[in-house]
């Protein structure tokens, strides 16, 4: 690359790796648990698959967060994409636990991979071409929108998909004898992933232009991703506003674990019936990406009402934070107007979740140079993964009621409140002079 994108095409190249990323995500949230309970899987079984997902993911967040560092962005990325790519067909088409059991860790893999190298491309692209100080909130906030309105669109296609080809006579039983068993309707919008995820590959490849590096050997690279995840660390743990931003990161996944946790039971009770409550629920989940996506898009705005990025993390998770005191407070609610106020909590918590996300991103993408710059959203997003899973451990042994959503609420507002204080201002070339460096240097 001879000359660096402009910002326009850099953004627009940005968001459209987030939308095909994530769009296949989008497709499988509906029908995957459904398809493994047709394909005769029980639910300890099901839980294993997830359980093998969410242990690979977090096992190689560091590790591959380095590997972007160090190998470049637009190739971890286009192996990420060939993760899910293999790993979406052998759970569209599987019909043994070992298969799909390995389907689950490739999308680990492959989750673990994606973390960081878009966004870490998307800011080297854009400080390239207009320098340290250059304007990012903007970009990372059309991602995010990108991001959400693409799951919230996955979402609803993955459950319309089934249902429309259940309308037709018989078109589940000629789709299944036609390919042996191994497709069924709620294979579909897994297959659609992807077919999705190829076009991905193929636009990574040709949109997400970098300069070339130096040829690394396998040692170099063994020998690189160490050093290099040492120093993302190392700065998390001595820089004020990195350390915030990786604390805010465990408060959000806390938040997210509570909703993921007892929607989907609390919709089931209200419809009276577990496969109406799945409904409700894939639509309560696609409203909160859609919330999500506008608050992300809110974000530049809010960060200039407020008077700067700090203030407007403070007031989008406070606004999170009123929503899951919202929550908790109909959490026994059954109908009338209860249950309006607890819907306009959740999309609260969603809206102010997405509003923070953006000015979270710019301050930290200021604090870290470009050689480690993958490797600290790799660790904010085992964070996030670790203290949603401790939280969601936590109020589950909680009585049901208001209390499980007052500690989530409580450990968010917390998370807010950090940002009262204005962090030390570090230069980039401090910050940058603080972090690893790549292969090439060493």
């Known amino acids: 690359m001879t000359q660096p994108l402009d910002i326009r095409t850099t953004r627009r190249r940005y968001v459209t790796v987030c939308a095909l990323f994530w769009l296949p995500v989008g497709l499988g949230i509906a029908p995957l648990i459904l398809l493994f309970t047709e394909r005769g899987m029980p639910l300890a079984a099901v839980a294993g698959f997830f359980a093998a997902h969410s242990l690979t993911a977090a096992a190689l967040e560091l590790p591959t967060g380095g590997l972007s560092d160090v190998l470049g962005r637009r190739t971890v990325l286009a192996a990420a994409g060939l993760m899910n790519l293999t790993a979406l067909t052998l759970l569209g088409l599987g019909t043994t636990p070992w298969v799909l059991t390995l389907g689950m860790i490739l999308m680990g893999a492959g989750r673990a991979l994606s973390s960081g190298p878009a966004e870490a491309w998307y800011v080297d692209t854009v400080q390239a071409h207009s ?68 076009v991905f590959v193929s636009y990574v490849l040709a949109a997400l232009r970098e300069p070339p590096r130096p040829r690394v050997t396998l040692r170099d690279v063994l020998r690189g991703i160490p050093a290099t995840i040492a120093g993302g660390l190392r700065l998390g743990g001595r820089d004020v506003l990195v350390r915030r931003v990786l604390l805010t990161a465990g408060a959000v996944g806390s938040a997210l674990a509570a909703i993921e946790l007892f929607t989907p039971g609390r919709a089931a009770a209200l419809t009276g019936a577990p496969e109406s409550g799945a409904v409700l629920y894939a639509s309560l989940a696609c409203a909160g990406f859609v919330c999500s996506a506008i608050g992300s898009h809110l974000g530049p705005l809010t960060a200039r009402l407020a008077g700067s990025g700090e203030r407007a993390v403070l007031v989008s998770l406070g606004a999170g934070a009123s929503g899951l005191l919202l929550l908790g407070a109909t959490a026994t ?70 209390l499980p959503w007052l500690v989530s609420a409580a450990v968010l507002l917390a998370g807010a409140l950090l940002w009262t204080r204005r962090g030390e201002r570090t230069p980039p070339t401090v910050a940058a002079a603080r972090q690893p460096h790549d292969v090439s240097s060493c």
């Open 333 to 402: 609610s059954t109908g009338g107007l209860p249950l309006v106020v607890a819907a306009i909590g959740y999309g609260l918590v969603y809206l102010g979740l997405g509003a923070a996300g953006p000015s979270e991103k710019d301050l930290l993408h200021r604090r870290v140079a470009s050689s480690g710059r993958a490797t600290v959203l790799s660790v904010q997003s085992l964070a996030l993964q670790l203290a949603g899973a401790l939280t969601g451990l936590a109020v589950a042994a909680l009585p049901p009621g208001p």
């Open 131 to 198: 320098g340290p100080d250059a304007e990012l909130r903007t970009g990372l906030a059309r991602g995010s929108a990108a991001t959400s309105t693409a799951l919230a669109i996955g979402t609803l296609l993955g459950g319309a998909v089934p249902w429309l080809l259940g309308l037709g006579p018989d078109i589940g039983a000629r789709l299944s004898e036609a390919t042996s068993g191994l497709a069924l309707p709620l294979s579909v919008p897994i297959l659609l992933g992807a077919v999705v995820e190829i």
